[in-house]
Every structure is written in C-alpha cells, then in structure tokens.
C-alpha cells in the first residue's frame, strides 16, 4: 500500500497528513511548533511511523507554510509549494467547485478566490493580529474561559454586543470596556466574533468578490461563533471541511501524490526523525545587501543554504553537491 505524506511547517502549528492512493485520509497530526520547528517535525514524523502499519510505504513527500524550505531539506520533500497553492488544492478536493476560501490561522488569515478551479486572487493580512487564533486564545484566557468553549457560548447570545475591531488593540481595550459595564459573556463573544469578521472583510477581504461555494478553514474554523459570524455578514452558508485544521498538509499530500506517482521519492524515510539536524546562519559582507544566509546542517555537515539574493552560497553548495 503506497501513502503520501504531507507537511505544513507554521509558526503555531505543524501539521502532517498522510492519504492514500485514491486520496482519503489515513492519518493526520496537529502539533504546536512551539519555535522549534526542526524538533517537531521530527516528533511528527515518529508519531506518523507509530501510527501506519507497516505495510504502507511512502511514495512522496510534500512541504508547505512558512518553514516549506526547512521540512523539505530534512525530510527529502519530493515538491516544496507556498500555502496559497495547498490550501486551494485542498479545498477544491474537499469541496468541488469552491470559489472562495476563508483561511484564519494562529498568526496569520488570508484570502482565496478561486474561479473555475484556478487561484484568481489572493491576500494575506499585513500588520493587523486581530482574528486570528493566538488573539483569540488571549481573549478566551482574559475571559477565564477554555477556547473550546469560546464558540459554543458565542452561539448562545441574544444581542451580540458592539466591539471596536480595526484591530487587536482597540478589540480587546473595547471587549474590557463591556465587561466593565455588565454585558454578559455570550454576548461579548459574539459581538468580538462579528468585530473580527469585519475586520477580516475589510482588510484581508477589501475589494475581494466573494462567492460561494465558501470554504472556512485554519485553526479558527473550529470557532462556530466566528463560522456563524461569516454567514450573517456575507449571507451565504459557510463550509467547515472535516480536516479544516491541516488543509495546508492535506494540499501538499494530494501534490506529492501528483509529482511522483509511485515514481522514485527523495523521501528519506522515518529515520529522519533519529538524526541530527541543526539550522544557523549568518550575515554575507560581500556586498552592501548584507544578506541573511540561512544554513541547515545534518550530522555537521551543511546540506542547504537560502536567503543570499545573489546565489554566492546557495549555488555553491549546489555545484559541490553536483561535483561530490
């Protein structure tokens, strides 16, 4: 049995998904990347081993998020996408003919608009935290209430109280504001829910026509508050995929599927999770752009180098490695 592996390396989480040859899920893994991508990658990687019989065999390897490049050296990724690919891959699988996608994560939202199966346009949110999920976990924790229970509750509100939400600042000073004169906690969740998803449509979603079918995912689609929130305001229905927290993995599982089809993987097995793997850097003086070289070591020894504009250390490595 042929599996194919897919890795999304974020700054709060790092999912893996493995699917099988006609595409369905076999196993998948949410992990908090706790700013030590390498090691959970590897811990990833382990449980994923732990989880397959052992008569699956990885066929290929795909990477994504924003340590793409980094998961792909350590693991011998057979195709390396940015996010806006796998997560439109993902959805269009999941939800034939989708048109719009509502992408919130830990740190960071984007927006996807997709027409007859094609990227169109995109955006991601710039220097606003509102919405995403580590300001709502913040919120949560202020309100002395578990996240899990932040959409629920929200659910259960009768007017939904007016917050401020241009952004996280002024959200979270107005949501104290309420407090303080007495509203009661369903409807502050619903009204930070609605000041959120205002802010979203009119930063991240400004000037975007948005269509449905509508799919919402990330970590904050778990949030039936904030799904809720996107119905009333855009007035179409929401769709929540079953595995809207690793779409980002899911994507680049279905293009690793695409790239190598049964084809010789670089994969470099499970081992990967055993051996030792370090990243530094450095800054390049060979020129006035002072470039930051980003170098990933396996055993000692470099095996990749990025961030040099011009090439001098990435190309060189790369004509060594041809040479040897």
């Known amino acids: 049995m042929y599996g194919y592996l897919g890795i999304d390396v974020g700054s709060v989480s790092t999912n893996l998904v493995l699917i099988g040859e006609d595409g369905t899920v076999k196993q998948s893994f949410y992990l908090r990347t706790r700013g030590r991508p390498i090691e959970v990658v590897q811990q990833g990687l382990k449980q994923m081993q732990a989880a397959l019989p052992d008569k699956v065999k990885v066929a290929g390897v795909g990477t994504t998020g924003s340590g793409r490049h980094l998961a792909g050296v350590i693991t011998g990724a057979d195709i390396i996408k940015n996010e806006i690919t796998t997560h439109a891959i993902?959805?269009?699988?999941?939800?034939?003919?989708?048109?719009?996608?509502l992408e919130i994560g830990g740190q960071d939202s984007k927006i996807i608009i997709l027409r007859n199966g094609v990227v169109a346009d995109f955006a991601m949110?710039?220097?606003?935290?509102?919405?995403?999920?580590?300001f709502l976990d913040q919120q949560a924790s202020r309100l002395n209430i578990k996240i899990e229970e932040f959409g629920p509750l929200a659910l259960q509100t009768t007017v939904p109280v007016r917050i401020a939400g241009r952004c996280a600042v002024f959200a979270e000073s107005d949501m104290i504001h309420k407090q303080q004169m007495g509203y009661n906690v369903p409807d502050i969740l619903a009204g930070l829910c609605e000041a959120l998803v205002r802010n979203y449509l009119n930063n991240v979603g400004k000037g975007k026509e948005i269509l449905p079918p509508i799919v919402f995912q990330g970590g904050v689609a778990a949030n039936a508050g904030m799904k809720t929130a996107f119905e009333k305001a855009l007035g179409y229905t929401v769709h929540v995929p079953p595995y809207y927290n690793v779409m980002g993995a899911l994507g680049a599982a279905m293009l690793a599927r695409e790239a190598t089809n049964r084809k010789s993987t670089r994969f470099k097995g499970f081992e990967v999770a055993e051996m030792d793997f370090k990243a530094g850097g450095f800054a390049c003086d060979g020129c006035p752009n002072v470039c930051e070289v980003v170098e990933i070591l396996e055993s000692g020894k470099v095996i990749a180098r990025w961030g040099d504009r011009c090439g001098r250390w990435s190309n060189a490595l790369a004509r060594h490695e041809k040479i040897s």
Request: with cysteine; aromatic share 0%.
């Open 90 to 101: 993902a959805a269009s699988n999941v939800e034939p003919g989708v048109q719009t996608i």
């Open 125 to 134: 949110n710039t220097v606003c935290a509102a919405g995403t999920g580590s």
